[in-house]
C-alpha cells in the first residue's frame, strides 16, 4: 500500500472539545482530591456561581476550569451522563 502524505484528515472538532472538557473536569478533580476538597461540591459550586474561588488554585485547577465556559461544561456533564445512564 502506498503511503498518501498529501491525504486529507478530517478532525472532529466537537469530538476534540468534549474530549478538552473532560480531560479539565478530571484533571481538576484530582487536584482538588489531592488538596481534601469535595471535588463534586467545589465543582458544582463554581458552575452555579460562576465563583472561581470555589476550585482551588493547587496546580492551576482554578485557572485550567476557567478556560472553558461553564456552559460548555454542563452540556458535556449532561451528555456524558445521559450517554452512560440510558
Same mark, same amino acid.
Given at each position: 500500500?502506498?503511503?498518501?502524505?498529501?491525504?486529507?484528515?478530517?478532525?472532529?472538532?466537537?469530538?476534540?472539545?468534549?474530549?478538552? $472538557?473532560?480531560?479539565? %473536569?478530571? @484533571?481538576?478533580?484530582? *487536584?482538588?482530591?489531592?488538596?481534601?476538597?469535595? /471535588?463534586? !461540591?467545589? $465543582?458544582?459550586?463554581? %458552575?452555579? @456561581?460562576?465563583?472561581? *474561588?470555589?476550585?482551588?488554585?493547587?496546580?492551576? /485547577?482554578? !485557572?485550567? $476550569?476557567?478556560?472553558?465556559?461553564?456552559?460548555?461544561?454542563?452540556?458535556?456533564?449532561?451528555?456524558?451522563?445521559?450517554?452512560?445512564?440510558?
Amino acid at each position: 500500500m502506498k503511503d498518501n502524505k498529501q491525504a486529507t484528515i478530517i478532525f472532529n472538532s466537537e469530538q476534540i472539545k468534549q474530549e478538552n $472538557i473532560k480531560y479539565i %473536569l478530571k @484533571t481538576v478533580n484530582d *487536584a482538588l482530591n489531592e488538596r481534601g476538597y469535595s /471535588a463534586v !461540591t467545589q $465543582i458544582v459550586g463554581y %458552575l452555579v @456561581t460562576n465563583d472561581p *474561588a470555589y476550585i482551588s488554585s493547587y496546580k492551576n /485547577a482554578r !485557572t485550567l $476550569i476557567q478556560t472553558v465556559d461553564r456552559d460548555d461544561i454542563l452540556k458535556e456533564i449532561v451528555r456524558s451522563y445521559l450517554n452512560t445512564n440510558e
